[in-house]
């Protein structure tokens, strides 16, 4: 099967290491695609949540996809999150076409783009971070109950519901709360000259034109790979939110778990350093087995 061409492929949010994660539709979703660039814009790995107890063989082939574009010299840009922060410490990593950044400004077509996760504008996150970690528990139990009544309305011949969705539009601080994140987050951009701002963390996919006191602004989010499997694609020099529900080429592709299974963590990191040739000292500053461990250990 031929693959689609996309100039570039914006993904955030997708919580490797959680029960939420749609590891299997995100692979569907990949394998459908050749990417010209790809951007992974926070929360790809769920650190705050990460338990060795739970790390399903789908969790594992994603990120060994993404290490497969990377050995094709793909441009892969990673801007950590806020439930990956530790990746934060390795900014400036640059091996072959991987760059770790905490944002990105990019030239496209003669529109400048700022590109950042966004968890720098979440109050809560910068004065309470206890509370944004136990609310991540809450989310993922929430998602897991979902996981569950979806089952069963799918036994019954009914379709899909969202829990977590009609609690976040009934509820109406949560709606304050995302509009307050958009305003602000282009406002600063427009301050800054930008044309268009991308985000992820707040799991709300959208583009919109945003008046700004400064201007006029694009901003996008990237959504999800939890409630909304979405991600945002440029292409033709035009933006649009890739929303996977709607594609009925990605959900005929089989996903292979059969080789991987057996596969234990520590091994993957072993072999995902290995065909990324990674090596003490060819890159500054390095990124070391070691330093993987230490991440996950420290969960």
């Known amino acids: 099967?031929?693959?689609?061409?996309?100039?570039?492929?914006?993904?955030?949010?997708?919580?490797?290491?959680?029960?939420?994660?749609h590891a299997t539709e995100l692979l569907?979703?990949?394998?459908?695609?050749?990417?010209?660039?790809?951007?992974?814009?926070?929360?790809?790995?769920?650190?705050?949540?990460?338990?060795?107890?739970?790390?399903?063989?789908?969790?594992?082939?994603?990120?060994?996809?993404?290490?497969?574009?990377?050995?094709?010299?793909?441009?892969?840009?990673?801007?950590?999150?806020?439930?990956?922060?530790m990746l934060?410490?390795?900014?400036?990593?640059?091996?072959?076409?991987?760059?770790?950044?905490?944002?990105?400004?990019?030239k496209i077509d003669n529109a400048r783009v700022w590109i950042f996760h966004g968890d720098v504008f979440d109050v809560v996150m910068q004065h309470s971070k206890w509370l944004a970690k136990l609310g991540a528990?809450?989310?993922?139990?929430?998602i897991l109950i979902n996981r569950f009544v979806n089952f069963i309305s799918n036994k019954l011949g009914k379709e899909d519901v969202s829990i977590s969705k009609r609690v976040k539009n009934s509820v109406k601080g949560a709606v304050k709360f995302?509009?307050?994140?958009?305003?602000?987050?282009?406002?600063?951009?427009?301050?800054?000259?930008?044309?268009?701002?991308?985000?992820?963390?707040?799991?709300?996919?959208?583009?919109?034109?945003?008046?700004?006191?400064?201007?006029?602004?694009?901003?996008?989010?990237?959504?999800?790979?939890i409630e909304n499997l979405t991600a945002l694609e440029y292409n033709n020099a035009q933006w649009s939110i890739y929303k996977y529900h709607e594609d009925p080429v990605a959900k005929?592709?089989?996903?292979?778990?059969?080789k991987h299974q057996k596969e234990t963590t520590k091994e993957m990191m072993a072999s995902l350093l290995q065909e990324m040739n990674m090596k003490p000292g060819n890159a500054a500053p390095s990124l070391e087995a070691d330093d993987l461990n230490e991440i996950f250990d420290a969960t």
């Open 88 to 106: 934060r410490r390795f900014k400036g990593f640059n091996m072959g076409s991987l760059k770790i950044t905490n944002k990105l400004s990019l």
């Open 178 to 225: 995302i509009n307050k994140f958009e305003d602000t987050v282009c406002g600063i951009a427009t301050e800054n000259n930008y044309d268009y701002v991308i985000c992820g963390h707040i799991h709300h996919p959208e583009i919109r034109n945003v008046d700004t006191p400064n201007g006029q602004i694009t901003y996008m989010n990237s959504g999800d790979w």
């Open 28 to 85: 569907q979703y990949l394998k459908s695609i050749k990417p010209g660039a790809l951007i992974l814009n926070g929360d790809i790995i769920d650190i705050w949540q990460f338990s060795k107890r739970y790390w399903p063989v789908t969790h594992m082939m994603v990120v060994k996809h993404i290490v497969g574009l990377i050995a094709k010299n793909v441009p892969v840009y990673y801007i950590p999150g806020n439930h990956d922060e």
């Open 1 to 21: 099967m031929a693959k689609r061409e996309v100039d570039i492929v914006v993904l955030s949010d997708i919580h490797l290491g959680t029960y939420g994660c």
């Open 137 to 142: 528990v809450g989310y993922d139990t929430l």
């Open 252 to 258: 005929t592709i089989e996903v292979n778990k059969k």
